[in-house]
Structures are given as structure tokens and as C-alpha cells.
């Protein structure tokens, strides 16, 4: 399975934009770049994920370099509440209902008040 | 977490004993997955089922079975308790969307002393 390499932790003010980076050399022409985010205690959520263009929701918006190997998660204004782990994953378009996910230990994001 | 139920919360076991870990949905979807997740570490996939009366192994199925009766339920159990297997454990659907993203229940803490 291709790899994602994140920055073990981040640090944010409260209402700044934060940029979460993501490299993934290896990926492969038809996997999905997905994100997730795990709140303290609490299972992950799914934020956001996207292919080859950018892609924005309510949630975030994700930037995706134009070789795919690198992608950005961009929260346009931190709370206190987006203080989470934040896991950028590579799902392989395999068909099926298989869709297994592989977590790395994500990005720690700290939001200060 | 509406939708994925997890039982127990919490659960105290001594080394050797037997428990089963129960997930529920109510989403009627097809996929469903089993993960556990070690302190300062991401998920890893124990089990998954992608339908009814079918399941496959994950990345670390050893010392743990699972089983998918109905489209309702994916339980999974531990024959013989190790403290190694002291983690938090994750009960997952993948939803049918045009995302597929996984939607997770809010997790079983399991301690084997």
C-alpha cells in the first residue's frame, strides 16, 4: 500500500487558517486521497478526500498538487473544537466493497485560544 | 455516533478469559469493519465484512474472530485475552454514498491485565 508521511504535530490560533500537509510520493494513478479527523475519545470522522482536483465542503478544503504527490488540508478558520488527530490516508479505487482504510498516526493539531 | 452502537464501553479482563465485542447499525448498509487502535498509535484493520454472512482478515487478525449473522450486527471476540490486546476497539460502516467514506461507532475500551 502507498504511504503518507504527515508532521507529527501543529500548532494553530484560534480563527487562523491552518494548512495540515501531506506527502505521498508513491501513490499510485487511481488511489483516493482521503482525510479523516479523530476528536479526543472519540472514533474518526471523515472531512474530506478527493483525487486530482481540489476539493472544498463545509468541513475543509483540500489541495492536491498537480503530480499528487503531496496534498494539503486547509481549515479556513481553527476552533477550539478542530483540535484533533488529523489522519491523511491513500484508499486504492479497487471496486468492490472492500474500501479498507490504512491509518498512519496523523497530525496532531493543537488550537490555542 | 448515531447509527453504530458499540457494547460494551469499558472492559476489565484477566488474562486467558473470553469476551465478544458487540457492533450494531442501523444505516442498513453492507460494509463493516473492525479496527483497534493502540495508545499514540492510528487504527489498524482487525476484520471486515463486506456483506452478510462474509468475512476477511485485516492487517492483525490474529487472536481474534468475528462474526457477521445478519446485516445488522458484526461482533467480534476474543478466545483467550492477552495483555497485548489491551486497546481501544472500533466498529465501523462504510456508507453508501458517492464518498464511501467510513462512519465509526464511539469505541469499546478494553484492559487485560
Known amino acids: 500500500d502507498a504511504k503518507t508521511t504527515q508532521p507529527n504535530s501543529m500548532e494553530s490560533n484560534e480563527e487562523e487558517p491552518v494548512h495540515l500537509p501531506c506527502n505521498h510520493s508513491?501513490?499510485?494513478?487511481?488511489?483516493?486521497i482521503h482525510w479523516y479527523r479523530q476528536l479526543p475519545s472519540q472514533g474518526p470522522e471523515y472531512v474530506i478526500h478527493?483525487?486530482?482536483s481540489n476539493v472544498n465542503n463545509r468541513m475543509a478544503s483540500l489541495a492536491i498538487a498537480e503530480d499528487r504527490k503531496s496534498s494539503t488540508l486547509i481549515l479556513h478558520r481553527a476552533t477550539l473544537r478542530d483540535a484533533a488527530v488529523y489522519y491523511c490516508?491513500?484508499?486504492?479505487?479497487?471496486?468492490?466493497?472492500?474500501?479498507?482504510?490504512?491509518f498512519g498516526k496523523g497530525t496532531l493539531l493543537t488550537v490555542n485560544p | 455516533n448515531a447509527g453504530v452502537t458499540q457494547t460494551p464501553k469499558f472492559q476489565v479482563l484477566k488474562t486467558g478469559q473470553s469476551m465478544t465485542l458487540q457492533c450494531a447499525q442501523d444505516?442498513?448498509?453492507?460494509?463493516m469493519y473492525w479496527y483497534r487502535q493502540d495508545p499514540g498509535m492510528g487504527l489498524r484493520l482487525i476484520y471486515y465484512?463486506?456483506?452478510?454472512?462474509?468475512?476477511d482478515k485485516g492487517e492483525v487478525p490474529n487472536g481474534y474472530n468475528v462474526s457477521r449473522l445478519n446485516k445488522r450486527e458484526f461482533s467480534l471476540r476474543l478466545e483467550s485475552a492477552a495483555p497485548s490486546q489491551t486497546s481501544v476497539y472500533f466498529c465501523?460502516?462504510?456508507?453508501?454514498?458517492?464518498?464511501?467514506?467510513?462512519?465509526f461507532g464511539p469505541g469499546t475500551r478494553l484492559t487485560v491485565l
Open positions: 465484512s463486506a456483506s452478510e454472512g462474509t468475512t
Open positions: 465501523a460502516i462504510k456508507r453508501a454514498t458517492r464518498f464511501n467514506e467510513q462512519f
Open positions: 490516508i491513500l484508499r486504492a479505487a479497487s471496486g468492490g466493497s472492500n474500501y479498507k482504510l490504512t
Open positions: 444505516m442498513n448498509h453492507n460494509s
Open positions: 508513491t501513490i499510485s494513478g487511481t488511489d483516493y
Open positions: 478527493g483525487l486530482t
